[in-house]
């Protein structure tokens, strides 16, 4: 294990523009040994280093057993994530990580998945979604759920469109507002709920986003008769420290840096949508 409270020399290998506000950092720790012993699961984040300039909490999307990278996908949103999109192949940024708790991937083996996501943030299960593609024979049926705000701000569309391709997977996505050429649906994606193909007795159901759109899912989801227990949230919050000291990242009882960011629907839901947690 890394040590979690000390920064890591990690070189950028690759720059990749998703948009022009979003970017995929591609790294590789410069300590051979460091990097042969790093490991996490879909997820989990790291937080990363400029120096000088601070530090910020970003999902890993890259597959577990990728040996060669590990790839964190940024939005421009502040000074860090400015200073982030700078970077190009060869520089060198600290990395501490990773953290917090990542997806219930051993007890979905062999479950349906659905995984539903709102506006820019789907990071976090882009992961799982790369996972379950390269181990496609241990789950079940695949339903991948994607609303944005315009059409234009859909990044990896020819992944979604790869990934619709393949047997027994399902994407569904849309826009509020959709620009020419769009081919999928106009609207909310939780509206969509319906049309979604999967056994509600045996799935389990990972979702990010805006918290108002994972509330309106859990909603509709439960409707359908979706066990509470099989719906699982990645929450987002104020993490700066990740090991749980700083306090700025508590949701009720929990810190998300560490007890999360992952949380199962039950363990959260007298807090969630609660103004003021």
Known sequence: MLNHYVPQQAEVIERIEETPSIFTLRLHFCDP???????????????LYIYGVGEVPISIV???????????????????????????????????????????IEQTRGKDIVVVTGGLGCA????????????????????????VKHSDDLIWRKQYEEWQQVEDTQVI??????GAGWPWATGRVTDL?????????????????PEGMMQVAVNGLMNMNVDESNLWLSMERNM????????????GPNFVCKDGPIFNYSEIKEWFGVRGF
């Open 62 to 104: 890259s597959d577990p057993q990728d040996e060669h990278s590990y790839d964190h996908t940024i939005r421009i949103v502040g000074r860090v994530t400015q200073a982030l999109s700078q970077l190009s192949a060869g520089d060198v940024i600290g990395v501490r990580g990773p953290f917090g708790r990542g997806w219930p």
């Open 240 to 251: 700066q420290c990740a090991v749980g000291h700083c306090g700025h990242c508590q949701h």
């Open 193 to 209: 709920l319906g049309e979604a193909r999967f056994d509600v007795n045996h799935c389990s159901v990972m979702m990010c986003g």
């Open 124 to 147: 976090p299960v882009v992961s799982v979604i790369h996972y379950v593609m390269r181990r496609r024979d241990q789950f079940g049926r695949l339903v991948i759920m994607q609303s």
């Open 173 to 178: 996505l849309a826009a509020d507002r959709a």
């Open 33 to 47: 040994k460091l990097h042969q012993q790093f490991s996490f699961q879909p997820g989990q984040f790291n937080m």
